[in-house]
């Protein structure tokens, strides 16, 4: 995680390297800082918690110098502190750093240093780099850092700085995303568009091991041999206003709400009426599709829980077998795969790095690898076989929403395809499934009009240290999701659990007055989810129900009851993942928590 900037040109640093970090802040914001250079002199500002300490004490102790890089901090190796924030400088003083990543043999490469005299001064992984540097440099500041990095192990996207060098700043990743900016007179360097977006949008996307330099008077890359290489310059599209609130008040209130139009892009060109589905410019032929005999879904936290959605419906349309992986797991668990094996690799910001892991360890074994996923050019796009865009437009709030619904509707669209192509599902019921799904962004739209049970239920429950999410078949996938969010932005211990299976132990925790959210909206299990729910309120739980319209015998069992426009089962989690979203942001409201930021977290895990 972190955010990395770098920035050169004709104006002052310091405030277009703010600016830039401002943007990246939902990467990591245990501390954050820059250095500047001004004629030979690396002038550093640095200090834990916020950016807006750093802003402060620039305030007061401004910086000067045209050149300089940047970086907000989530925390891995050493605690938040101003010592441990970066840029990191070598002893003495002539490199600076700034790094997103782990170097996994830091420790072996700070021994060997300090046994050449290099003393540390803090507990990072990333203090060796620039010292790593300094003891190669002679003269060619490219040189040295292309040196340092044939000893790193691990991911690191790093923006160096030299004293020595004062007019340029050098760059290289691996397994941790930079882009480079080019605008007019000035070149920029970030770990996410975003960042540079206000400045320019003409980017390179980088691949692991290229080397960039950048000056005032442009950017030249090099290949991991050296050897300077033309890249493709990328006009990026996106709208710069999307990293703005846009009048509410926080960043995942916004993006609950875009979710209506998300859907609706997300589906645009792939389902149209009377026509076959298509799926963007994927190579897949019928028989190659006829000749997948297994399907790994592999994906982290909520896109994990999006896998658990698509590999019911998947398998209910398709009728091919899918599995359902946690990323981190998955390669380190031997799992069973060759040519007939599809992995889909499902990341909003496909950066994640448990989840390119995974990929990468599929595709050694000869499996073929589709990446869903939310941004365009990010290294799972790029290194998987197919792609297919989740069109949600940028997330910027930790609590991932519209990357769900939008993953979800490419789960049924992927299911669709190949049902479509394996003939499991005849014409008519296809045109079925599709002409429901293309009511969805009207029908989310009415979720979205009567949050008042929802503000009540949060208001009632936000001081509750635990929470109880059930539900059964699609419904229960969902509440794992619901759990997530509670757990993440209110900070509330809770957890989902299918309807049936709470008997067998779970129960024990339910007492008077635990909350608990049923979600009750598959007509062909809602009577066992009633039978369930009436197991908890017995025990005194006090219960919000969720059903569709129409099923109001649910308001004799529960204590309030949110009904959702009537869907058929498969799409109904589009529906519920609503309300489950806005009772988590109200709770985490009401307990005055940092929403767009809670603790602990950042938006993208680039590390394993
Ligand atoms: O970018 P990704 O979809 O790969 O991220 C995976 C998870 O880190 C992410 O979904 C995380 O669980 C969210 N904070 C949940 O809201």
């Known amino acids: ?90 002893e003495n003083g002539s490199i600076s750093v700034v790094h997103n990543g782990i170097i996994e043999n830091y420790l072996h490469l700070r021994e060997w240093l300090s046994s050449k005299g290099y003393k540390f001064y803090s507990e990072t992984d990333t203090e060796v780099i620039p010292n790593l540097i300094c003891h190669f440099y002679n003269g060619d500041l490219l040189d040295a850092v292309m040196k340092a990095v044939s000893k790193m192990e691990g991911s690191y996207a790093l923006g160096v700085v030299s004293c020595d060098e004062p007019d340029k700043i050098v760059a290289v990743r691996k397994d941790s995303p930079l882009v480079v900016g080019v605008g007019t007179d000035e070149f920029f360097i970030a770990s996410d568009v975003p960042a540079i977006l206000n400045r320019t949008r003409d980017v390179y996307y980088l691949n692991d091991k290229e080397f960039v330099v950048l000056n005032d008077a442009g950017v030249k890359i090099y290949s991991p041999e050296g050897d300077e290489i033309k890249k493709e310059l990328v006009t990026v599209t996106w709208d710069a206003d999307a990293a703005e609130k846009g009048g509410y008040e926080h960043f995942m209130i916004k993006e609950i709400h875009e979710q209506p139009k998300a859907i609706r892009d997300t589906m645009t060109s792939r389902i149209i009426p009377g026509q076959p589905i298509t799926l963007d410019n994927i190579k897949m032929t019928k028989a190659d599709i006829e000749n997948i005999d297994r399907i790994y879904i592999v994906a982290c936290g909520t896109a994990y829980h999006a896998g658990v959605v698509g590999k019911y419906v998947i398998e209910k349309l398709a009728k091919i077998p899918v599995e359902i992986d946690i990323a981190s797991e998955f390669r380190y668990r031997d799992p069973i795969i060759n040519e007939k094996t599809l992995m889909i690799a499902l990341s909003q910001s496909g ?25 365009v050019g990010s290294s799972i796009a790029r290194e998987a076989d197919d792609v297919i865009y989740t069109w949600a437009g940028l997330e910027i709030a930790v609590a991932s929403t519209k990357a769900y619904t939008t993953q979800l509707i490419l789960m049924y669209v992927v299911a669709l ?46 001081m509750h240290k635990d929470m109880f999410f059930l539900g059964r078949g699609l419904d229960y996938a969902v509440a794992m999701e619901g759990s997530l969010k509670t757990k993440e932005i209110s900070y509330i211990h809770s957890e989902a659990y299918a309807g049936g299976e709470l008997k067998h132990g779970t129960i024990a925790l339910i007492e008077k007055g635990t909350a608990v ?26 219960v919000l129900g969720f059903a569709l319209e129409g099923n109001t015998s649910i308001e004799s069992t529960v204590d309030s009851a949110f009904y959702l426009p009537k869907t058929i089962d498969i799409l109904s989690p589009v529906l519920s993942v609503i309300p489950l ?19 602990n977290l950042a938006k993208s895990v680039t590390v394993e």
Not at 450 to 460: G, I, M, S
């Open 517 to 542: 959210i049923a979600i009750a909206t598959q007509e062909s299990l809602y009577g066992k989810m009633i039978s369930n729910v009436k197991e908890v309120t017995t025990r005194g739980a006090n």
């Open 1 to 90: 995680m972190c955010g990395i900037v770098g920035y050169v040109g004709k104006k002052e640093a310091s405030p277009i390297l703010v600016e830039g970090l401002s943007k990246l802040e939902y990467r990591g914001y245990d501390s954050a800082g820059i250095a500047v250079i001004d004629k030979d002199v690396i002038e550093i500002s640095k200090c834990k918690g916020r950016l807006a300490n750093l802003k402060d004490k620039l305030d007061t102790s401004p910086v000067k110098g045209k050149i300089g890089i940047g970086h907000t901090r989530w925390a891995t190796h050493g605690e938040p502190s101003d010592i441990n924030s970066h840029p990191h400088t070598s």
């Open 581 to 599: 979203q806005l009772v988590a942001y109200y709770m985490a409201i009401q307990k005055g928590c940092d929403v767009d930021k809670p603790r």
């Open 351 to 375: 950066e994640t790095a448990d989840t390119l892991a995974a990929l990468r360890e599929a595709k050694t074994k000869g499996a073929r690898v589709i990446a869903i996923t939310n941004v």
């Open 417 to 462: 395809y190949f049902a479509q192509h394996k003939n499991t599902l005849g014409v008519d019921e296809i045109e079925k499934i599709k002409n429901e799904m293309l009511s969805l962004p009207e029908k989310v739209s009415e979720v979205l009009k009567h949050k008042e049970v929802l503000q009540k239920f949060a208001a009632n429950n936000y």
